[in-house]
């Protein structure tokens, strides 16, 4: 469907030069953060073992973890149009994270390690709206989807090369897993030094009252959204209810006979291809509406969902696992850039607040109810569930009342 013309002038002063390397440093800071986050997440649960804790302590551990990353994201979207600078946010962000991952080689108990992730995810909080919002105001709007492509494409390296770093200090040094925790701290502080010498602050415009009016938006707590966000909203969330932790497809390959060693290699095959493929899907939602291409992501979330339910064999799970990158690659750069479309410049960071929080709660009561039908009702029951989701998401994405806020006139 075709968008209304709309009045509203283009805010956002058109990215510089001195901006527009904004989306390489970000990059190039996803990479090396998400190393030394890699690093330490795979090993995390059988560190845990070995101070006394086991699954239910883990679950407490990223269950709390996860919920005040989820405020955090909510706030920091609201900080975001209301601060001069949002650059010292996202630094704060990065400093607070890499400073505290390495203590995890001094750890004794593990509610120790809950305080350490907890800082660790309100760090991520605190830094991811005012980066998406700083990276839109340093591109090209008609390159958003590829420039969000990119920088995912960059975390997602991270994600791979993060675990094997962490198998070969492993197997190559007597220092253990304490010795990657401390090797971490190497990523960390890189990354640290990246953004904060070369991310340049971005300049923005703020609205006139009348601008705002024409919108006919929702309002969310002083906050001006239109109500095509808070449709894509609802349709994101709802598809989050069914979309739980991917340590269930590992659950469920493990009860087809695939065995335990392979997991990091299931991690592997998955981060290969939605490093591959996320910046090829963030190009490809510059140039076909973007609703279209998350659609096509739920779908291929739906089909992999269904073949782990039916799970016909051990290579299925592995072509499918290859398959299920695909889903990250059109959905996760795609959306981002849809909720920074579908809004004015300057509600951008609290609508990626509004959007990351939602999403994180739904996530979170989602590995709740997977586990609880994999308990009562078998394990296909989990994946048939939010394969059915999947497909309900992908008609209400495509039957779309609005996509982006028009802009007619830049002003410079």
Not at 164 to 182: M, N
Not at 254 to 259: H, L, M, V, Y
Not at 296 to 317: D, H, N, T
Not at 318 to 341: C, I, K, Q, S
Request: proline content about 6%; charged content about 15%; some cysteine.
């Amino acid at each position: 469907m075709r968008p209304e013309p709309s009045n509203i002038a283009d805010l956002s002063a058109p990215a510089s030069l001195d901006t527009s390397r904004n989306l390489y440093v970000f990059g190039l800071t996803s990479l090396l953060n998400d190393t030394a986050s890699e690093m330490a997440y795979w090993l995390l649960p059988a560190f845990l073992t070995t101070l006394g804790a086991g699954p239910q302590q883990l679950g407490i551990i990223e269950g709390i973890a996860e919920s005040v990353a989820a405020g955090a994201k909510l706030f920091s979207g609201y900080l975001a149009d209301r601060v001069p600078r949002r650059k010292p946010l996202v630094v704060a962000g990065y400093v607070i994270a890499n400073a505290v991952k390495p203590l995890l080689a001094l750890t004794t108990s593990w509610v120790q390690v809950l305080f350490i992730r907890f800082a660790d995810r309100t760090a991520k909080g605190i830094r991811g709206a005012p980066r998406d919002v700083m990276l839109a105001e340093s591109v090209d709007p008609k390159k958003l989807g590829a420039a969000f492509g990119l920088m995912q494409s960059m975390d997602s390296a991270g994600a791979i090369l993060g675990p094997l770093l962490a198998l070969w200090i492993v197997g190559h040094s007597s220092a253990g897993v304490r010795g990657v925790f401390w090797a971490a701290a190497v990523p960390g502080f890189l990354c640290v030094l990246v953004v904060s010498l070369f991310t340049k602050e971005t300049k923005r415009k703020q609205a006139e009252a009348k601008d705002r009016q024409l919108i006919s938006p929702l309002k969310f707590s002083g906050v001006h959204l239109p109500g095509a966000f808070y449709y894509m909203l609802a349709v994101v969330t709802l598809f989050s209810i069914g979309n739980s932790s991917d340590m269930f497809l590992v659950l469920r390959a493990q009860d087809t006979g695939i065995a335990v060693r392979y997991a990091p290699l299931l991690g592997l095959v998955f981060n290969s291809t939605y490093t591959l493929a996320s910046w090829p899907a963030g190009k490809l939602s510059d140039r076909v509406p973007k609703n279209v291409v998350a659609a096509a992501g739920y779908l291929v979330f739906a089909i992999a969902y269904y073949v782990f339910a039916k799970a016909p064999s051990e290579r299925a799970l592995w072509v499918t696992m290859a398959g299920y990158g695909l889903f990250y690659a059109l959905t996760n750069p795609v959306l981002r850039a849809l909720v920074v479309e579908r809004v004015t410049p300057e509600s951008r960071g609290s609508a990626l607040g509004i959007f990351y929080f939602a999403t994180s709660i739904a996530t979170l009561f989602a590995s709740v109810l997977a586990g609880y039908l994999w308990r009562n009702f078998g394990a296909p029951s989990t994946f048939y569930l939010s394969a059915a989701l999947a497909l309900v998401c992908a008609v209400l994405l495509l039957v779309n009342p609005a996509t982006s806020v028009r802009r007619s006139q830049p002003i410079s």
